[in-house]
């Protein structure tokens, strides 16, 4: 096959240099698209049943959730209970001018049941 941009030994003629130009389409260079939509959508459900499930699978997570909640106040309040009261016990508490005086503030110690307090009667 003939290249006549090789000799007869296979060497470059003009190396470097431009041999050839070739112009090429790739379409008009000035145009421009703009393209504007819109799209709207109706659904209607044909049945409520997925609706009414997924409601009531919803409730019941609330009402899951509440039942948690409630569970875990309990606890703190209990644990507050007996922790404010131990310390008041041993004559632990916080200064009124403390920000957490009022976490024991409500704890009220009495005597156990059926116990015999240390006491004194004055005989006549």
């Known amino acids: ?32 698209g703009l393209n504007v939509g819109a799209a709207l959508t109706f659904t209607f459900p044909l049945d409520q049943r997925f609706q009414d499930a997924c409601l009531k699978a919803a409730t019941t997570q609330e009402k899951i959730q509440s039942q948690i909640l409630s569970k875990e106040r309990l606890n703190y309040e209990l644990a507050r209970l007996k922790n404010c009261g131990s310390l008041l016990q041993d004559g632990i508490q916080f200064k009124k001018s403390s920000k957490f005086y009022a976490l024991c503030e409500d704890i009220i110690v009495t005597e156990k049941m059926n116990q015999v307090l240390p006491h004194t009667h004055k005989l006549e």
């Open 1 to 32: 096959m003939y290249d006549p941009s090789v000799d007869e030994d296979g060497n470059l003629i003009n190396p470097g240099k431009i041999l050839y130009y070739q112009q090429n389409y790739s379409g008009n260079k000035d145009s421009l």
